[in-house]
């Protein structure tokens, strides 16, 4: 589930967690998978690529035309509408565990899970924000039906699952850069659509049917099928309604054979007054929390580790538990770790339940299995739960030191996990010997054993790995001893997320092995620095008066401020839609106010244009004197202006002041959060902001002359 709060690994997945998906590949070499699609001869005549282009932008133009109303948005006569989503999570026993109301009072600006009552985006939903961004390479027509062949830049990021918002029952979310839409020539609506996930054999398939007619000539599918095909497929059947006033909507959903999402209660076009209150989302449970099932846990406790268990016997109880215990003193003696008084951990055998194990960063472990046969040893079960056990305590020694570890790549902080619960695992073994475990067996090959053969077996261009040999290397310069300090040092140097290096390289140049650490910080920098990840957007500026001098403020806040706020690494974020695809971002404007010391730092702040995904398009670097000091005074409204730079339809502007506790700049905000607000820095994951919308603006501007 995406979103977790908890640090969250899969026992034994380590080796996997490095190959994610990458999206640069070839057509040729992704469509060696087999992408086949029923009545798509290849095409008679070869025309020449830009006709090509032209007559497949008029078919996607003409499809988004018939099909705007579930694509884009609903009617205009549709001015809000609410609803109850429901979403079954448990087994049949406890049917319906989660049910939330929804509105939608601006149809056009909501989210897309909200307005379709359903988490869906895909190709067509992309094509039709902006049909540009698709290259037509083939137009094939045959029987009556038109197939298209897409290449789509930037790559599609697709989304799709049972849920609205908090929790899915079903979920996955893709990369694309080809896809292929099959269209109904005579009524132009899609029969079927295909995206293709690069460097794998995974494929999107969508196939739409019964269509309904919203208005004369617009028609919308009252049934949608999404599958993810790959080794384990995945496949939503969904049911969409026509409601009053022609509003398309998700109805139910299909999932492994059961009914797991629905929606009821739904209402149009009401007075504001009368739509059911939204609560504001309760705090994420963790699966262990959840309801569903109650069972009985009983405690057992040794040296420093409490175990809750339910589902298994006292001996795997106490086996976890002398687990933890001696992991967690070797971390403190051997390598002079601040490990908690007490480590707590929750283990769960239940038939529901898939295998996790996970920490929360400070002192306590989930641990669930479907049956105490799953804490069998790895040959068993492909589990490795002693090693499993360590790395999770080689997380807390990391994050009980280093707690706002966010310039660090996540796979730098799995790769210390893997290196020191590898290295806790060897040590346990040493001192409890294969008996620890009820089912004996010699964990030593899950060790260091294991880490040694995974490096060696890769030719150093697996990101993960690189950090595993980075913090290996590190042990060995400064010694199992060293490296705690040298964390603790992290922690206290103020490390700008944009520019860590800075503040890192003086901790390692004030210690004895100063020399090897400073050749070690230039080979392993790029393996555990977060990189801001640059947008594929391009950056395109044009001259100021080659525009048209008609700037257009978009302004997503009510103009009054409500409260102020200074985020301390992080950023203030506002999600824009441009209002066409040829606009140019021309100014800022922000209402705020310096504060800490009255002159003002000689430093920069940085605005950023970003995309959509929060990628740093553009940088523009602002002094922190572009803000009158105010102290706790009042703020006020300051035109940062920059060199006109082209923004894509969806755009995300994203400033960023570093401040400390003598300089900083309050960001107000007013009273009500619309949904566009974040706390994010470019290139880094986002949180809503809830408390209101940033008083951010962005002015946008067209050339003179249409191109
Ligand atoms: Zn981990």
């Not at 996990?417 to 073994?429: C, F, I, K, N, P």
């Not at 502007?653 to 607000?677: L, Q, R, W």
Request: proline residues 7%.
């Amino acid at each position: 589930m995406r979103g977790m709060n908890v640090l969250k690994i899969g026992v034994g997945q380590i080796g996997f967690r490095a190959f994610s998906l990458g999206l640069a590949l070839s057509f040729a070499a992704s469509a060696a998978g087999g992408t086949e699609l029923p009545d798509a001869p290849a095409p008679v005549s070869h025309p020449p690529a830009q006709d090509v282009q032209a007559r497949g932008q008029a078919i996607l133009r003409q499809l988004i035309e018939v099909n705007r109303y579930w694509l884009l948005v609903p009617l205009e006569a549709v001015t809000n509408y609410a609803y109850v989503f429901h979403l079954r999570q448990g087994e049949q026993g406890n049917p319906d565990s989660g049910q939330y109301p929804v509105r939608v009072v601006e149809p056009a600006k909501a989210s897309h899970p909200r307005r379709q009552g359903v988490t869906y985006y895909s190709v067509l939903q992309c094509l039709a924000k902006d049909p540009t961004c698709a290259q037509v390479r083939v137009v094939t027509e045959k029987n009556g039906r038109i197939t298209l062949e897409l290449a789509v830049a930037p790559p599609l990021r697709g989304a799709c699952g049972n849920g609205v918002k908090g929790s899915w029952v079903g979920y996955f979310s893709f990369g694309g850069e080809e896809a292929q839409l099959v269209i109904d020539a005579g009524r132009m609506v899609p029969l079927k659509s295909v995206v293709l996930v690069a460097t794998t054999p995974v494929r999107i398939e969508e196939t739409f049917s019964d269509y309904a007619e919203v208005t004369p000539g617009h028609y919308a599918p009252l049934s949608v099928t999404v599958k993810r095909a790959a080794e384990k497929s995945v496949q939503f059947d969904w049911k969409f309604k026509l409601h009053d006033g022609g509003l398309w909507l998700f109805d139910q959903g299909r999932y492994r054979d059961q009914k797991v999402a629905w929606l009821d209660q739904v209402v149009v076009n009401r007075p504001l007054s009368e739509l059911p209150d939204e609560p504001s989302p309760a705090p994420r449970k963790s699966k262990s929390a959840s309801p569903r099932t109650t069972p009985q846990y009983q405690t057992f406790e040794t040296n420093g580790v409490e175990v809750s268990y339910a589902g298994v016997s006292v001996a795997y109880a106490q086996a976890i538990a002398r687990t933890i215990a001696v992991a967690r003193s070797i971390a403190a003696e051997q390598f002079g770790f601040d490990m908690p008084e007490v480590i707590t951990i929750t283990v769960t055998a239940d038939a529901d339940r898939e295998v996790q194990l996970f920490n929360d960063g400070e002192d306590h472990f989930v641990l669930d299995v479907s049956s105490e046969a799953g804490l069998e040893r790895p040959a068993r079960t492909g589990t490795f739960h002693i090693y499993g056990l360590c790395h999770e305590v080689g997380h807390l020694a990391m994050y009980r030191l280093i707690k706002d570890c966010d310039w660090m790549k996540n796979d730098a902080k799995e790769a210390w996990a893997h290196y020191l619960g590898s290295r806790l695992t060897d040590m346990v073994y040493v001192k409890c010997g294969p008996e620890i475990w009820p089912d004996h067996y010699d964990y030593r090959a899950d060790g260091m054993q294991r880490l040694e053969k995974s490096l060696a077996q890769d030719s150093n261009t697996n990101s993960f790995n690189q950090a595993v040999r980075a913090w290996k290397a590190l042990v060995e310069i400064v010694g199992d001893k060293g490296t705690a300090p040298l964390f603790a040092a992290w922690a206290k140097a103020r490390i700008d997320p944009l520019d860590p290096g800075t503040a890192i390289r003086p901790t390692l140049s004030a210690r004895p092995e100063a020399e090897r650490l400073a050749a070690w910080w230039y080979e392993s920098e790029p393996a555990l620095i977060q990189e801001l990840g640059k947008s594929d957007f391009p950056v395109e500026t044009i001259e100021a008066s080659a525009l048209a001098g008609r700037p257009v403020e978009l302004a997503l806040d009510d103009g009054q401020p409500a409260g102020k706020s200074s985020i301390a690494g992080s950023g203030h974020a506002v999600r824009f839609e441009a209002n066409g695809t040829n606009c140019f971002l021309t100014e800022v404007r922000m209402f705020g106010s310096r504060y800490g010391l009255p002159e003002p730092p000689k430093e920069n702040f940085h605005v950023w244009l970003c995309d959509k995904g929060f990628k740093p398009i553009a940088d523009f670097p602002f002094p922190y004197s572009s803000f009158p000091y105010a102290g706790e005074g009042e703020g006020k409204w300051v035109t940062l202006k920059v060199p006109p730079t082209r923004v894509p339809p969806e755009f995300v502007i994203c400033v960023c002041f570093n401040p400390t506790a003598t300089k900083g700049i309050y960001a107000n905000y007013d009273k009500e959060a619309g949904g566009h607000s974040f706390v994010a820095l470019p290139g880094r994951e986002d949180a809503p902001f809830k408390k209101g919308d940033w008083l951010i603006r962005a002015c946008l501007d067209q050339p003179r002359t249409q191109r």
